[in-house]
């Protein structure tokens, strides 16, 4: 289990979040698939409901902002220096879906759109870190990079956050791991053919079985069934609002 009260290293995945159109809903059904209680920030903050698991922020859920707008899990890397952070992305291939904005209280963010089309968040903390919890059941485990040009993207997150990366033998598809600030903070492979590319976020269970059988009986679409590997036991899944996920529980002595 990891806990942290300080901000994620540069480069780290150091939160998610998604807007649904219906948030009532979508905590239903993650606080049954993930045991995720939720804490409303309220008017001032959108009503941005707060995921946690023992007591500590584990993800978020809020509205979509304008009808139509997809729903997917977005992650979000952490920087010192979130403008910074913003110029390197367009000067290397990549585009800002909106500038950086202070979040009141919180911290300095931007989404934005690699060279091969995934999608993801800048974090700049400011009184809000990210995560207060990872690799325990509830919270988020791993985050994998599925592109449709991994070399294209390989160069891009280099040269925005200074990623290397680290060939995993046995892995499948050329997977190999992303090194940032001296250690192992995620994963980058091929995406599946015909799916655009996405950043996948992986949530530690304690049973996948029977996560993706609590997710199947409201309403989620099972992509992959339960699968052991030698990383551990896995499953991905599209939630009821179009957003795709997966569990994961590792296997013992395992850390991400």
């Keep these: 289990m990891s806990h942290r009260d300080t901000p994620w290293p540069a ?3 150091c939160w998610v979040d998604i807007a649904v159109p219906d948030v009532a809903a979508a905590t239903a059904f993650y606080g049954d698939v993930l045991g995720w209680s939720f804490v409303d ?5 959108g009503h941005y409901h707060i995921a946690r698991t023992h007591d500590r922020a584990a993800a ?12 997917v899990w977005t992650a979000y890397l952490a920087t010192d220096d979130a403008d910074g952070t913003a110029k390197l992305i367009t000067d290397n291939g990549g585009a800002l879906m909106f500038d950086p904005m202070d ?6 963010m931007a989404i934005a759109v690699d060279p091969t089309g995934a999608a993801f968040g800048i974090w700049q903390a400011n009184g809000m870190n990210g ?3 990872a690799n325990e059941p509830g919270s988020v485990t791993w985050n994998d990079a599925r592109l ?28 190999a791991t992303i ?5 192992q903070v995620a994963g980058i492979t091929g995406a599946p053919p015909d799916v655009a590319s996405h950043w996948l976020t992986y949530f530690s269970v304690a049973d996948v079985d029977a996560s993706i059988a609590t997710a199947a009986r409201s309403g989620a679409t099972v992509l992959m069934p339960g699968e052991d590997t030698d990383f551990g036991r896995m499953g991905i899944l599209t939630d009821p609002f ?10 013992e002595g395992w850390s991400s």
């Design 11 to 13: 480069g780290t995945p």
């Design 41 to 45: 920030t309220g008017e001032e903050f």
């Design 60 to 71: 978020a859920i809020g509205p979509v902002m304008e009808e139509g707008q997809p729903s």
């Design 103 to 108: 979040i009141p209280g919180n911290g300095r």
């Design 131 to 133: 995560f207060e919890i």
């Design 148 to 175: 449709r040009d991994v070399e294209a993207g390989k160069a891009f997150y280099t040269a925005v956050f200074g990623y290397t990366y680290e060939p995993v033998p046995g892995a499948p598809d050329g997977y």
């Design 179 to 183: 090194q940032a600030s001296g250690q």
């Design 242 to 251: 179009g957003a795709t996920f997966a569990v994961h529980k590792a296997p």
